[in-house]
Protein backbone atom coordinates (compact mmCIF):
# COMPACT_ATOMS: atom_id res chain seq x y z
CA UNK A 1 0.00 0.00 0.00
CA UNK A 2 1.09 3.21 -1.13
CA UNK A 3 2.08 5.90 1.93
CA UNK A 4 1.44 9.30 1.68
CA UNK A 5 1.33 12.47 3.70
CA UNK A 6 -0.65 15.49 2.87
CA UNK A 7 -0.32 18.78 3.98
CA UNK A 8 -1.44 22.56 3.38
CA UNK A 9 0.98 25.12 2.80
CA UNK A 10 0.03 28.64 3.89
CA UNK A 11 1.82 31.96 2.45
CA UNK A 12 1.71 35.30 4.66
CA UNK A 13 2.56 38.38 3.59
CA UNK A 14 2.30 42.04 5.41
CA UNK A 15 3.63 44.67 2.95
CA UNK A 16 3.14 48.66 3.27
CA UNK A 17 0.97 49.82 0.38
CA UNK A 18 2.80 51.85 -2.39
CA UNK A 19 0.08 52.77 -4.89
CA UNK A 20 -3.12 55.19 -3.63
CA UNK A 21 -6.15 54.64 -5.86
CA UNK A 22 -8.77 57.35 -5.97
CA UNK A 23 -12.59 57.00 -7.13
CA UNK A 24 -14.26 60.38 -7.75
CA UNK A 25 -17.75 60.66 -8.10
CA UNK A 26 -19.47 63.97 -9.68
CA UNK A 27 -22.88 64.65 -9.14
CA UNK A 28 -24.82 66.70 -11.43
CA UNK A 29 -29.05 67.24 -10.80
CA UNK A 30 -31.44 69.69 -12.92
CA UNK A 31 -35.13 69.43 -14.01
CA UNK A 32 -34.56 69.15 -17.70
CA UNK A 33 -32.08 66.83 -19.47
CA UNK A 34 -30.02 68.99 -21.47
CA UNK A 35 -28.67 71.23 -18.57
CA UNK A 36 -28.02 68.06 -15.75
CA UNK A 37 -25.59 66.98 -18.88
CA UNK A 38 -24.20 70.57 -19.24
CA UNK A 39 -24.07 70.92 -15.19
CA UNK A 40 -22.14 67.27 -15.14
CA UNK A 41 -19.66 68.15 -18.34
CA UNK A 42 -18.74 71.58 -16.36
CA UNK A 43 -18.45 69.89 -13.13
CA UNK A 44 -15.95 66.97 -14.96
CA UNK A 45 -14.22 70.22 -16.84
CA UNK A 46 -13.37 72.44 -13.50
CA UNK A 47 -12.06 69.20 -11.78
CA UNK A 48 -9.97 68.38 -14.49
CA UNK A 49 -8.63 71.72 -14.85
CA UNK A 50 -7.72 71.76 -11.29
CA UNK A 51 -6.10 68.08 -11.08
CA UNK A 52 -4.15 69.45 -14.21
CA UNK A 53 -2.98 72.54 -12.54
CA UNK A 54 -1.82 70.16 -9.49
CA UNK A 55 0.02 68.00 -11.85
CA UNK A 56 -2.49 65.65 -13.20
CA UNK A 57 -2.33 64.88 -17.02
CA UNK A 58 -5.90 64.78 -17.96
CA UNK A 59 -5.63 61.00 -19.31
CA UNK A 60 -4.58 60.04 -15.83
CA UNK A 61 -8.15 60.50 -15.11
CA UNK A 62 -10.31 57.67 -16.40
CA UNK A 63 -13.99 57.42 -16.76
CA UNK A 64 -15.46 54.11 -14.47
CA UNK A 65 -19.33 54.62 -14.59
CA UNK A 66 -21.70 57.47 -16.30
CA UNK A 67 -25.40 56.91 -15.71
CA UNK A 68 -28.22 59.02 -15.78
CA UNK A 69 -30.88 58.48 -13.74
CA UNK A 70 -34.47 60.02 -13.35
CA UNK A 71 -35.21 61.34 -9.75
CA UNK A 72 -38.83 61.14 -8.30
CA UNK A 73 -40.27 62.62 -4.56
CA UNK A 74 -43.35 60.97 -3.11
CA UNK A 75 -45.72 63.85 -2.50
CA UNK A 76 -49.20 64.13 -0.97
CA UNK A 77 -52.30 65.80 -3.49
CA UNK A 78 -54.74 67.45 -1.64
CA UNK A 79 -56.83 64.23 -0.87
CA UNK A 80 -53.51 63.23 1.22
CA UNK A 81 -52.84 60.50 -1.05
CA UNK A 82 -48.62 60.45 -1.95
CA UNK A 83 -48.06 60.01 -5.63
CA UNK A 84 -45.09 59.81 -7.07
CA UNK A 85 -43.69 63.37 -8.83
CA UNK A 86 -40.51 63.91 -11.73
CA UNK A 87 -38.59 66.38 -9.88
CA UNK A 88 -35.47 65.76 -12.37
CA UNK A 89 -32.56 64.02 -13.91
CA UNK A 90 -29.16 63.20 -11.61
CA UNK A 91 -26.28 62.68 -13.99
CA UNK A 92 -23.22 60.26 -11.99
CA UNK A 93 -19.51 60.60 -13.25
CA UNK A 94 -17.18 58.65 -11.52
CA UNK A 95 -13.58 58.75 -12.49
CA UNK A 96 -10.22 56.85 -11.13
CA UNK A 97 -7.45 57.98 -11.02
CA UNK A 98 -4.20 56.08 -9.47
CA UNK A 99 -0.97 57.62 -8.69
CA UNK A 100 2.25 56.21 -6.28
CA UNK A 101 1.58 56.30 -2.93
CA UNK A 102 2.47 59.94 -2.58
CA UNK A 103 0.71 62.14 0.68
CA UNK A 104 2.39 64.92 -0.29
CA UNK A 105 0.63 64.52 -3.64
CA UNK A 106 -2.18 63.46 -2.38
CA UNK A 107 -3.22 66.57 -0.16
CA UNK A 108 -2.13 69.02 -3.50
CA UNK A 109 -4.71 66.44 -5.23
CA UNK A 110 -7.73 66.92 -2.27
CA UNK A 111 -6.70 70.62 -1.99
CA UNK A 112 -7.16 71.77 -6.00
CA UNK A 113 -10.76 69.08 -5.86
CA UNK A 114 -12.06 71.25 -2.70
CA UNK A 115 -11.24 74.51 -4.56
CA UNK A 116 -12.47 73.27 -7.68
CA UNK A 117 -16.22 73.64 -6.90
CA UNK A 118 -16.70 70.21 -8.81
CA UNK A 119 -17.61 68.98 -5.44
CA UNK A 120 -16.71 64.95 -5.73
CA UNK A 121 -16.92 62.65 -3.87
CA UNK A 122 -13.85 60.90 -3.01
CA UNK A 123 -13.04 57.06 -2.27
CA UNK A 124 -9.44 56.84 -1.19
CA UNK A 125 -7.81 52.88 -1.30
CA UNK A 126 -3.97 51.65 -0.80
CA UNK A 127 -3.17 48.90 -2.80
CA UNK A 128 -0.45 47.48 -4.13
CA UNK A 129 0.54 47.69 -7.81
CA UNK A 130 2.35 44.84 -8.32
CA UNK A 131 -0.43 42.26 -7.48
CA UNK A 132 1.48 39.47 -9.52
CA UNK A 133 4.44 39.17 -7.78
CA UNK A 134 2.76 39.16 -4.46
CA UNK A 135 0.80 36.33 -5.52
CA UNK A 136 4.33 34.63 -6.79
CA UNK A 137 5.47 35.37 -3.34
CA UNK A 138 2.52 33.87 -1.40
CA UNK A 139 2.47 31.09 -3.10
CA UNK A 140 6.22 30.16 -2.70
CA UNK A 141 6.24 30.74 0.43
CA UNK A 142 3.22 28.83 1.23
CA UNK A 143 5.17 25.77 -0.80
CA UNK A 144 8.23 26.22 1.33
CA UNK A 145 6.17 26.10 4.47
CA UNK A 146 3.85 23.00 3.77
CA UNK A 147 7.51 20.95 3.16
CA UNK A 148 8.85 21.94 6.22
CA UNK A 149 6.04 20.93 7.95
CA UNK A 150 6.15 17.22 6.11
CA UNK A 151 9.36 16.94 6.89
CA UNK A 152 8.79 17.42 10.44
CA UNK A 153 5.86 14.99 10.34
CA UNK A 154 7.74 12.49 8.13
CA UNK A 155 10.74 12.46 10.58
CA UNK A 156 8.39 12.05 13.39
CA UNK A 157 6.91 9.14 12.16
CA UNK A 158 9.99 7.85 11.16
CA UNK A 159 9.97 7.93 7.73
CA UNK A 160 11.02 10.39 5.00
CA UNK A 161 9.52 12.75 2.13
CA UNK A 162 9.50 10.84 -1.23
CA UNK A 163 8.80 12.46 -4.88
CA UNK A 164 5.97 14.96 -5.07
CA UNK A 165 2.80 13.46 -5.91
CA UNK A 166 0.14 15.82 -6.37
CA UNK A 167 -0.27 19.83 -5.41
CA UNK A 168 -3.73 21.25 -5.07
CA UNK A 169 -4.85 24.46 -5.44
CA UNK A 170 -7.25 27.13 -5.91
CA UNK A 171 -7.21 29.68 -7.38
CA UNK A 172 -10.43 31.58 -5.73
CA UNK A 173 -8.71 33.48 -3.08
CA UNK A 174 -9.69 37.31 -2.82
CA UNK A 175 -6.84 40.05 -3.76
CA UNK A 176 -4.89 41.59 -1.11
CA UNK A 177 -7.20 43.95 0.90
CA UNK A 178 -7.03 47.68 0.45
CA UNK A 179 -7.85 50.27 3.48
CA UNK A 180 -9.19 53.16 2.51
CA UNK A 181 -11.20 56.64 3.55
CA UNK A 182 -14.45 58.40 2.02
CA UNK A 183 -14.06 61.96 2.16
CA UNK A 184 -16.28 64.79 0.51
CA UNK A 185 -14.57 67.76 -1.26
CA UNK A 186 -16.03 70.17 0.90
CA UNK A 187 -15.01 68.56 4.17
CA UNK A 188 -11.44 67.64 3.09
CA UNK A 189 -9.29 66.56 5.55
CA UNK A 190 -5.03 67.03 5.96
CA UNK A 191 -3.44 63.95 4.04
CA UNK A 192 -0.48 64.47 6.16
CA UNK A 193 -2.79 62.87 8.83
CA UNK A 194 -3.61 59.20 7.13
CA UNK A 195 -1.67 56.97 7.39
CA UNK A 196 -1.78 53.73 5.38
CA UNK A 197 -1.89 50.62 7.36
CA UNK A 198 0.27 47.33 5.83
CA UNK A 199 -1.87 45.14 3.66
CA UNK A 200 -1.81 41.94 4.58
CA UNK A 201 -2.81 38.76 2.80
CA UNK A 202 -2.65 35.22 2.13
CA UNK A 203 -2.37 32.40 -0.40
CA UNK A 204 -2.32 28.49 0.27
CA UNK A 205 -2.29 25.69 -1.24
CA UNK A 206 -1.95 21.56 -0.58
CA UNK A 207 0.81 18.74 -1.58
CA UNK A 208 1.06 15.12 -1.68
CA UNK A 209 4.23 13.67 -0.91
CA UNK A 210 5.54 9.61 -0.91
CA UNK A 211 6.51 8.68 2.46
CA UNK A 212 9.42 6.70 2.42
Known amino acids: MERTITVTGTGRLSLPPDTIQMHLTLTAKHP ?8 AESRFAA ?3 ALGDAGIPAEQLR ?10 QHLPDEN ?7 TGYICRHTLMLELELDLKQLGRILSAAEQSGAEPEFGIAFTLRDQDAVHEKLLKLAAEQARRDAEILASAA ?6 LVAV ?14 MLRAAKMCDAAAITPEKITSEESAGFVWELI
Open 158 to 163: GASLGS
Open 63 to 72: TEHYHVDTEY
Open 47 to 49: LQT
Open 168 to 181: RYRDDTPQPAAGGV
Open 32 to 39: EYAAAMQA
Open 80 to 86: GNYRQVF
